[in-house]
């Protein structure tokens, strides 16, 4: 059995890449693996201070947040599932906090099967610019393999997605973890 760590970043209670997670997450349980949602709008989570405290002090940070259950959750997954619109050609704010504030464990994200659900009310052409955020989080990982990805395009209302493939993609994604 597989232990997946689904990262929601979207803002929107029902926005599309929440849908798609909500879709992969019901793939996974229904094949037999477990799955965690982390909806990060709803958390606590402040912004990563650059104060080096964590680096003293065993990985420990400063802040006394939601952020310590979310980090322990990564350590145990096995798989990995980065969620994001895209916001101005990048990650949106939540998912740019919780990358930085894995700073203090940056040295040991272990191994993970990764897996990408970006969405745009764009093309294509948008969604590749903001990679490079969830790019540079995974080189740090001791040893990673992308194992599936997810650009659902020209998605901008609440709730487009479910009337595109995207969804069932996802399901399926989720179900072959």
């Not at 093309?123 to 990805?149: A, M, N, Q, T, V």
Request: aromatic letters at 10%.
């Amino acid at each position: 059995m597989k232990n997946v760590l689904i990262i929601s970043s979207s803002p929107r209670k029902n926005g599309n890449s929440q849908m798609l997670c909500e879709a992969f997450k019901r793939g996974v349980e229904e094949s037999g693996n477990f799955a965690k949602l982390i909806r990060l709008a709803e958390k606590n989570i402040g912004y990563c201070k650059g104060c080096d405290f964590c680096m003293k002090n065993d990985g420990v940070c400063v802040q006394k947040d939601d952020m310590s259950e979310i980090l322990d959750a990564y350590k145990k997954a096995d798989v990995l599932v980065l969620a994001t619109p895209v916001y101005f050609h990048g990650v949106c704010a939540q998912m740019k906090t919780f990358i930085d504030r894995t700073y203090p464990i940056w040295q040991n994200l272990g191994k993970k099967e990764i897996y990408y659900i970006v969405t745009a009310g764009l093309g294509r052409d948008i969604i590749e610019c903001s990679l490079g955020d969830l790019d540079g989080f995974i080189f740090h990982l001791e040893k990673h393999e992308i194992k599936g990805r997810i650009y659902a395009t020209d998605v901008t209302d609440v709730g487009a997605v479910s009337k595109t493939p995207f969804i069932n993609m996802a399901y399926q994604m989720g179900y072959c973890v």
